[in-house]
């Protein structure tokens, strides 16, 4: 059975992560996911993230990680789902204070790196996300990998879902991202990422690095803003979909299964 393909699709991007390309990027995309501290970031770099996405009139939605800045996140920590619980609420908490201020609403949440790697395959670490997010706020939409752990935990939770799929690294056949360390993790040419977004969207599979084709759900679609060239490929894939008819907007119009808008 084929999944659902859409004509409409959310671009997010990760933000606030200390790099000078936010600005160049915010134009292209419809919601940003805006490190809270743990990986990256600080109070300041909040409030100007937040700020920007208030600017441009961006979906803004928290991106809480491990504590583990030394290794930008990216390295799987021993933890509880209490206390996955505990660092999710938090770091939530923090950043909705910042769009309170400017009057913007915290629209959704995506974990960032190792612990989104995490909730996709382990189903205890994903309900704890998915409580996270539940209990700090209950209409907050929640990002996961498509067809993962957390989408069936944010579901299960009442949640509104967002199905991400990744615009900037390859699959393995099992529907996982290729891990970084290993050769051609990474996408680079943005052309040839906008025609896998527009396969993505339009037929609703991506061909893994196994040559096979795996079906996935689309609603939204992850810009890496730490990756060389990340302006560059932000403003192809949107023209490239544009170009097609696909309407580019915030996700909080085409987020999936869980609470209805």
């Known amino acids: 059975m084929r999944t659902k393909v859409v004509r409409s699709i959310d671009l997010n991007c990760d933000m606030g992560e200390g790099f000078d390309s936010d600005a160049a990027i915010i134009p292209y995309v419809t919601s940003i996911n805006i490190a809270c501290g743990y990986h990256a ?30 290794n930008f996140g990216r390295r799987v920590m021993q933890v509880t789902p209490q206390e996955i619980y505990n660092l999710v609420l938090y770091q939530a908490g923090a950043l909705s204070a910042f769009t309170r201020a400017v009057g913007a609403a915290l629209v959704h949440l995506k974990p960032h790196g190792a612990l989104y790697n995490m909730a996709a395959k382990d189903a205890a670490i994903a309900q704890a996300i998915a409580e996270a997010t539940r209990d700090f706020d209950p209409d907050c939409i929640l990002i996961g990998l498509a067809g993962s752990q957390l989408i069936k935990a944010g579901e299960n939770a009442g949640l509104r879902t ?16 290729t891990p970084r360390d290993l050769a051609g993790a990474l996408i680079h040419d943005p052309a040839a990422a906008a025609e896998r ?24 679609i992850c810009i890496h803003g730490d990756s060389p060239g990340a302006a560059e490929m ?20 085409i987020a999936g299964s869980g609470r209805k808008p």
């Open 234 to 253: 932000a403003k192809t894939i949107r023209e490239r979909l544009q170009r097609e008819g696909i309407d580019v907007k915030s996700m909080a119009g």
């Open 197 to 220: 977004v527009l396969k993505m969207v339009l037929q609703g599979t991506v061909t893994s690095q196994q040559g096979t084709e795996i079906l996935l759900r689309a609603d939204t």
């Open 41 to 70: 970031g600080d109070p300041a770099t909040m409030r100007k993230t937040v700020r920007l996405a208030a600017d441009h009139s961006v979906a803004i939605g928290a991106h809480p990680s491990l504590p583990d800045r030394a």
């Open 162 to 177: 967002a199905s991400e799929a990744f615009s900037d690294r390859t699959y393995q056949a099992d529907g996982s991202l």
